[in-house]
């Protein structure tokens, strides 16, 4: 039995490129939620939505993080993307409790914008990690075990 199981060159690459793309798709969701929010609803919801877009970049530099835990720790790797999601939703709910009681934000541009960085960010990164040539079972590996 081996003490530790080590990354492909493979998986690696793919996990770069999904970090790379939940930080972008975050900021993306900030710009686009923040324009459309202060074009439809004005000035307090683009504010608003813009409030949600950080938390949504914060929320992706935690994946970009979580992420690499996982590559340095491949049999924790479910843990770690569990805990993730739920840090993401415990973020999420204390987002729009903390700022429940701001009469200067709109709360549903805030937390709409939040949702959506969210369930981009995740669709991104299985996308991505889904069309990756990952070998599930490395054959080199196995032989030497």
């Given at each position: ?19 790379r ?5 975050a ?10 929010a202060?074009f ?11 409030v ?7 929320l992706a ?7 690499g835990?996982?590559?340095k720790r491949?049999?924790m790797?479910?843990?770690?993307m ?16 903390v700022?429940?009681?701001m ?6 541009a805030?937390?709409l ?5 969210i ?10 990690l ?10 080199a590996?196995?032989a030497?075990e």
């Amino acid at each position: 039995m081996s003490d530790s199981i080590t990354a492909s060159a493979q998986l690696v690459d793919a996990v770069k490129k999904a970090s790379r793309a939940v930080v972008v798709i975050a900021i993306a969701v900030t710009v686009i939620f923040g324009a459309i929010a202060a074009f439809i609803a004005g000035r307090p919801s683009g504010i608003a939505a813009l409030v949600g877009g950080v938390v949504g970049v914060f929320l992706a530099l935690i994946t970009v993080f979580t992420m690499g835990l996982a590559m340095k720790r491949l049999e924790m790797q479910s843990a770690f993307m569990v805990g993730d999601y739920l840090f993401k939703f415990l973020i999420l709910v204390l987002t729009l409790i903390v700022t429940r009681g701001m009469e200067f934000l709109d709360s549903r541009a805030l937390g709409l914008t939040v949702l959506v960085s969210i369930v981009a960010q995740s669709a991104v990164q299985m996308w991505i990690l889904a069309r990756a040539k990952i070998p599930t079972i490395d054959q080199a590996n196995s032989a030497q075990e």
